[in-house]
Nanobody, 123 residues
Framework: VQLQASGGGLVQTGGSLRLSCTAS????????????GGWYRQAPGKEREMVAV???????MYADSVKGRFIISRHDVENAVYLQMNSLKLEDTAVYYC??????????????WGPGTQVTVSS
């Protein structure tokens, strides 16, 4: 199973982007039961940080810096996770990584990571 992230790009401050993260290579849906996941980002010279995560069916947490501006969502049928980013700021510039924690039919949990997608916010 591999994750592909898309939706990054160049946007002006105040603009919006929607990041998508889709899993491929799933042989059996019963072997990819999404339990949790999220989006993380890493800006140049900084450590990777959590942006937004979800767990369970209806729980989500956001970094204080993005609360009220970003929305994380999931689509289990599509095996996808999304991040709607609104009112983007210069400090949102970073490489964004998606993460999905999925269980197989034996309830073994695997951590999957996407390759990262660049988001650049300009003034």
């Amino acid at each position: 199973v591999q994750l592909q992230a898309s939706g990054g790009g160049l946007v002006q401050t105040g603009g919006s982007l929607r990041l998508s993260c889709t899993a491929s290579g799933i042989v059996s849906e019963s072997d990819f039961d999404i339990k949790a996941g999220g989006w993380y980002r890493q800006a140049p010279g900084k450590e990777r940080e959590m942006v937004a995560v979800f767990f369970g069916d209806h729980n989500a947490m956001y970094a204080d810096s993005v609360k009220g501006r970003f929305i994380i969502s999931r689509h289990d049928v599509e095996n996808a996770v999304y991040l709607q980013m609104n009112s983007l700021k210069l400090e949102d510039t970073a490489v964004y990584y998606c993460n999905i924690k999925a269980a197989n039919s034996a309830l073994y949990l695997t951590d999957y990571w996407g390759p990262g997608t660049q988001v650049t916010v300009s003034s």
